[in-house]
């Protein structure tokens, strides 16, 4: 048993049968730890108030909350100024934010946008209305069979004409980590400015904003033991200086006179109404349980794990993973089908057994279709996962065509 899967008070839950939630849908969101939900609640029962807009004690200690997250944000990314961290509710909002605020301001009609066949469609579809809306031609970096982005692909794909090129780091349905600092240097060489979509990055590697040197860079909070409701969306300062808002409202603003308005500085600018400074404190208490680890260490533990769940799923008959096989290049995020099962079905199969996986098109139709399937399973790890779990899995696996009628049924006693 992993020792960290005693700081998460819901795996360590039984049901009626005194058998725990095997959890291993980690890249659609994490657990929470103690320390994370002890953040939150000390927040709301002896800090609650609205930061930024009072001058009486608990408004600068909710201000404080707040404005502390986003320092740690900053150095756990390694960002120069905590001013280049704008809070959102997610990598979805802050995608939005780029494309709606960047994008709809300076692409022309007849640029180009290059987005990866492989991304989640939270950094696929904004490229598409804003390429629509500016008459800007929208192509993709397409990946082999394995789910890696070429060399050659780069280099036809991104050119002159090349404005803007969105890509994750790692992607959500095969775990392969994508060779965005040669997609960036590629994009940088032709001016274009670089988004990374780090969701699937930061909870599980370190990242240096600035040795990969992207121009945008989000994440979300719940994805890496914070709650939901909080994002991350870092971009360079100049970038973020001539961008207009994205929302407008209370606490972006400067000044305001009947027919116009001045707005404030960035990080605020970007950060319209009251934010989720719950959340915040959460996405604090996470970063230094992340930081007590090491994020080297994480890495370190989920290849280890990766590699044993590559090995018992290749072993389950009639199960094919999804793009490679190989534990190189990834991490703990592992596509598979199995013969005559639908996905669904699968997933039915394996809660009665108490193990959560997913099991759809994880938000990458597009990148389905490319790799010649409709839909997957999806197994993702994190660090208090076990190579007990990976077992438990396995073995479920390997009854579930008989669940399905293709030989005779266990018997449950």
């Known amino acids: 048993m992993n020792a960290y899967i005693n700081d998460f008070p819901l795996l360590l839950k039984k049901d009626e049968k005194g058998k725990r939630t095997i959890y291993l849908d980690n890249a659609a969101t994490t657990q929470k730890p103690s320390c994370v939900i002890k953040a939150v ?37 390694g960002a120069e100024s905590e001013d280049q961290i704008i809070f959102t509710k997610n990598s979805t909002e802050a995608l939005n934010i780029i494309a709606q605020s960047y994008g709809m301001t300076f692409l022309k009609e007849g640029d180009g946008v290059v987005v990866a066949i492989s991304e989640h469609h939270s950094n696929l579809v904004p490229w598409q209305v804003v390429a629509q809306a500016k008459g800007a031609e929208l192509s993709f970096l397409y990946t082999d069979k394995y789910g890696e982005i070429s060399s050659e692909e780069i280099e036809k794909k991104i050119t002159e004409k090349t404005k803007i090129v969105a890509v994750a780091q790692i992607s959500n349905v095969t775990g392969k980590i994508n060779p965005v600092r ?18 699937q990055g930061a909870p599980h590697i370190p990242v240096d904003v600035n040795e990969l040197n992207a121009d945008f860079y989000v994440f979300s909070g719940h994805k890496m033991l914070a709650p939901m409701g909080i994002g991350v969306l870092y971009g360079k300062k100049d970038l973020l200086e001539s961008m207009p808002p994205f929302l407008y409202g209370g606490d972006m603003i400067e000044y305001v006179e009947e027919q116009n308005s001045t707005y404030a500085p960035v990080p605020q600018k970007f950060e319209g109404g009251t934010q989720n400074v719950g959340a915040a404190a959460g996405l604090s208490a996470a970063i230094d349980y992340l930081n007590n680890i090491g994020m080297s260490a994480v890495m370190e533990k989920e290849k280890e794990l990766t590699e044993y769940m590559l090995e018992k799923l290749s072993s389950v008959p009639h199960l094919r993973i999804i793009g490679s096989d190989k534990p190189e290049g990834r991490i703990g995020v592992v596509p598979f089908i199995i013969d005559g099962a639908h996905p669904h079905d699968i997933a039915t199969i394996l809660n009665a ?49 008989r669940w399905l009628g293709y030989g005779s049924k266990r018997i449950v006693h």
């Open 41 to 77: 609640s000390d927040y709301y029962e002896y800090t609650n108030a609205n930061p930024h807009r009072g001058t009486y004690d608990l408004s600068m200690q909710a201000t404080d909350v707040y404005e502390s997250a986003r320092k740690r944000v900053s150095k756990f990314i």
């Open 182 to 199: 040669e997609i960036i240097e590629r994009a940088h060489k032709f001016g274009a400015v670089a988004v990374v979509d780090g969701t």
């Open 353 to 401: 057994d108490n193990v959560a996986v997913r099991a759809g098109h994880h938000c990458a139709q597009p990148f389905h279709t490319h790799l010649g399937v409709s839909s997957t399973c999806r197994a993702s790890i994190y660090i208090y996962n076990s190579v007990e779990d990976i077992d438990q899995m396995a073995e479920s696996l390997s009854e579930v065509r």
